[in-house]
């Protein structure tokens, strides 16, 4: 079940990715930095933690360590958007991609694959914790309000 949710998460900011390549901006660049960032933190402070199954501790480390190499991708495609550079940055969004990519399959081959082997309350429990630490948008009102 959470690896399903993950899986769509990875197909979800590969899109954003596309739509940024399709149409560079500053717009696009934040919703896959939101994206990104959000899913990584959920995985390092949150998911990694509740594998305890040590033979897993290498990969851990090489994901978070790909984690750290595509966010400063993102933050050079951000300078590069700012600079008015858009070939520089559709460049470095596409070594963002191909390493997100790889890292992506790598994770789903991995840890996903172990998320499965918990009970169904434990995955509804991470993905509760995922919820809570979600951001309503500053101007969003509920339906009979507006």
């Known amino acids: 079940m959470i690896s399903l949710v993950l899986t769509l998460d990875h197909r979800r900011l590969e899109g954003l990715v596309e739509d940024f390549l399709s149409n560079p901006s500053l717009s696009i660049y934040e919703k896959i930095w ?3 960032t959000n899913h990584i933190y959920w995985e390092e402070e949150i998911l990694f933690k ?3 199954d040590t033979s897993f ?6 994901l978070e360590t790909e984690h750290g190499s595509m966010w400063i991708l993102l933050k050079q495609t951000e300078e590069l958007l700012k600079s008015i550079e858009i070939e520089g940055a559709k ?3 596409r070594e ?3 390493v997100l990519l790889e890292h992506d399959g790598a ?3 991995s840890v996903y694959q172990f998320l499965e082997s918990l009970s169904d309350e434990e995955q509804a429990k991470l993905i509760l914790e995922d919820i809570e630490l979600a951001e309503v948008p500053r101007d969003w009102k509920c339906h009979a309000i507006t």
Request: no cysteine; proline share 0%; aromatic share 10%.
């Open 34 to 36: 939101k994206a990104y």
């Open 50 to 52: 509740k594998i305890t």
């Open 57 to 62: 501790l290498a990969i851990i480390r090489g």
């Open 91 to 93: 460049e470095k969004i």
């Open 96 to 98: 963002f991609m191909r």
């Open 107 to 109: 994770e789903e081959g």
